[in-house]
């Protein structure tokens, strides 16, 4: 259950480092929380207890879980200035008792950053000297999405048994019933589309973009159809999209079936309980010849670099 909800440390790293279970600790609801301030109480309780504090105001390790705190709230970007990271901790922390008050600087950051580390990776802007925070499971699934992509761009063009060419598309894409027909400059727009598809059709990666009512979907029914054409009907394609939505939207334009990338990542063991992704212990699918995603800018990191 503890590495399900996200804890990795072992029972001997949280008794040295009670900052990890807010750290680590992922809920199985939106209720469910370990939040700093019930450690924090904890680590350095009232003075007037008499009970030994576990820690100091402006230790390391409540310096990073602060950090980290306020990189998951500030959570719009995937990586966050370090000055304004430093003004979320100090804006926080102003608001406490007395003796759990401790203005934080810059030099923390230098100062505590072996420890700092474990949880936060820096990234250091070369041109303007700035520095970047990341937490280190969002800057691991960026590397992972990265590598991921350059590989498959690398591979270059597809070599086909047979060339696919506009020609092929138009005629596929051309609606003879559109009361849009008749229109020159609708001939005119298939002939970009089926030119699209065609240079579509023998990439290994590609992003399809373009505002509501541009053809994307349209596109995509008709590659679709070529693969099966090319591949024959036995070949694996996924239609996924990021929403329920989005997945009926996307199977009744194109008639294909279609489910949500997080039913595919589930039907091979990578989400938890809690709607959280695993990192391990998932099997891979490797008969899948073509992946298309529906509405990608709807897709956060985590759930890009899962699937």
């Given at each position: 259950d503890g590495v399900e909800n996200g804890i990795s440390a072992s029972a001997k790293e949280v008794a040295e480092n009670p900052y990890l279970l807010c750290e680590q600790y992922i809920g199985n609801n939106q209720d469910d929380v370990i939040s700093f301030y019930q450690i924090d109480n904890?680590?350095?309780?009232?003075?007037?207890?008499?009970?030994?504090?576990?820690t100091d105001a402006n230790s390391a390790e409540r310096f990073r879980a602060l950090c980290v705190d306020a990189?998951?709230?500030?959570?719009?970007?995937?990586?966050?200035?370090?000055?304004?990271?430093?003004?979320?901790?100090?804006?926080?922390?102003?608001?406490?008792r007395d003796w759990r008050q401790n203005m934080f600087s810059d030099d923390y950051f230098e100062v505590d950053r072996e420890i700092i580390l474990e949880a936060i990776t820096f990234r250091t802007d070369q041109k303007s000297g700035k520095l970047y925070l990341y937490l280190?499971?969002?800057?691991?699934?960026?590397?992972?999405?990265?590598?991921?992509?350059?590989?498959?761009?690398?591979?270059g063009d597809i070599q086909l048994k047979q060339p696919v060419t506009p020609q092929k598309f138009e005629s596929e894409l051309f609606e003879s019933i559109s009361p849009l027909a008749s229109v020159s400059?609708?001939?005119?727009?298939?002939?970009?589309?089926?030119?699209?598809?065609?240079?579509?059709?023998?990439?290994?990666?590609?992003?399809?973009?373009?505002?509501?009512?541009?053809?994307?979907?349209?596109?995509?029914?008709?590659?679709?159809?070529?693969?099966?054409?090319?591949?024959?009907?036995?070949?694996?394609?996924?239609?996924?999209?990021?929403?329920?939505?989005?997945?009926?939207?996307?199977?009744?334009?194109?008639?294909?079936?279609?489910?949500?990338?997080?039913?595919?990542?589930?039907?091979?063991?990578?989400?938890?309980d809690n709607m959280t992704f695993k990192r391990v212990g998932g099997k891979c699918d490797k008969d899948v010849n073509t992946i298309i995603i529906d509405e990608a800018s709807m897709v956060d990191v985590s759930l890009l670099a899962t699937l």
């Open positions: 904890g680590a350095l309780p009232s003075p007037e207890y008499g009970i030994e504090k576990m990189l998951r709230w500030d959570n719009t970007h995937s990586f966050t200035p370090s000055e304004r990271v430093l003004d979320l901790v100090n804006h926080r922390v102003s608001k406490m280190n499971e969002v800057y691991e699934d960026e590397r992972l999405i990265e590598k991921t992509l350059k590989k498959l761009a690398a591979r400059e609708y001939a005119e727009a298939i002939k970009t589309q089926a030119k699209v598809c065609a240079e579509v059709f023998r990439k290994s990666v590609c992003v399809i973009s373009g505002a509501a009512g541009t053809g994307k979907t349209s596109l995509v029914s008709r590659i679709m159809e070529k693969i099966r054409q090319t591949e024959g009907a036995g070949v694996s394609i996924k239609l996924l999209a990021p929403t329920g939505k989005a997945t009926e939207r996307i199977r009744e334009k194109t008639g294909k079936n279609a489910t949500t990338i997080h039913s595919l990542i589930a039907s091979g063991g990578w989400l938890n």
